[in-house]
Nanobody, 125 residues
Framework: QSQFVESGGGLVQPGGSLTLSCVASGFQLDYYTIGWFRQASGKERERVSCISSGSGSTNYTDSVKGRFTTSRDNARATVYLQMNNLRPEDTGVYYC??????????????????WGQGTQVTVSS
């Protein structure tokens, strides 16, 4: 069976850093564009970043630009989300997810078909 296993979450103080990782097994990670999503308590899930399968180009939501960086190592079947200068409003459950296609929404959009299990990030003093 295929798996997309997340790690790296935890409790940090405001201004701290965390790196999240997702490791793919049972599917070919380099075929897919990877999004990172988060869901805070009482809020809708939002996409915070995306990295494309082909060029490795990235997109970020405005609230994390300049603070978060996503990258991928296809040889190790791993994607990363480096989070710096964390804020309390970054608190939530973070998910990695895979799809075909690009990071840019299109009228006919490929679904995210494979999701990680989620990892909790809590930013609090």
């Amino acid at each position: 069976q295929s798996q997309f296993v997340e790690s790296g979450g935890g409790l940090v103080q405001p201004g701290g850093s965390l790196t999240l990782s997702c490791v793919a097994s049972g599917f070919q990670l380099d075929y897919y564009t990877i999004g990172w999503f988060r869901q805070a308590s009482g809020k809708e899930r939002e996409r915070v970043s995306c990295i494309s399968s082909g060029s490795g180009s990235t997109n970020y939501t405005d609230s994390v630009k300049g603070r978060f960086t996503t990258s991928r190592d296809n040889a190790r079947a791993t994607v990363y989300l480096q989070m710096n200068n964390l804020r309390p409003e970054d608190t939530g459950v973070y998910y990695c997810a895979a799809k075909r296609g690009s990071c840019v929404p299109t009228p006919i959009e490929m679904p995210y078909f494979k999701w990680g299990q989620g990892t909790q990030v809590t930013v609090s003093s």
